[in-house]
């Protein structure tokens, strides 16, 4: 079992900055693909970026592309995603994500396709 804590959440002006963090246990973090994906109040739950095994590999949602940057350091079993010129739209619990198969044969920006998730960070930005 993978057990999945995100970290780095807080309240930031927009045009800040904010890097989460999420560490993985039960499972060495090379053998998972991994994904961030947000919910706000009342909203689905929408993709973010996702990262390769290797970290060789990486996908943005276009709303993030330019402003968010995807990395992993599986030494730590940590992924992380640095959140550049934050907006308030961009106000939303974070989930961090994972899935043990191959990056090349399911889209990781759907949801369905992993099958361990955190608990969430809450990311807030004023106006």
């Known amino acids: 079992q993978v057990q999945l804590v995100e970290s780095g959440g807080g309240l930031v002006q927009a045009g800040g900055s904010l890097r989460l963090s999420c560490t993985a246990s039960g499972r060495t973090g090379s053998t998972l693909v991994m994904g961030w994906f947000r919910q706000a109040p009342g909203k689905e739950r929408d993709f973010v970026a996702a990262i390769s095994k290797s970290g060789a590999f990486n996908n943005y949602a276009d709303s993030v592309k330019g402003r968010f940057t995807i990395s992993r350091d599986n030494a730590k079993n940590t992924v992380y995603l640095q959140m550049n010129t934050l907006k308030p739209e961009d106000t939303a619990v974070y989930l961090c994500?994972?899935?043990?198969?191959?990056?090349?044969?399911?889209?990781?920006?759907?949801?369905?396709?992993?099958?361990?998730w955190g608990q969430g960070t809450q990311v807030t930005v004023s106006s």
């Open positions: 994500a994972a899935d043990g198969r191959s990056w090349n044969s399911y889209d990781y920006s759907r949801s369905q396709h992993y099958n361990y």
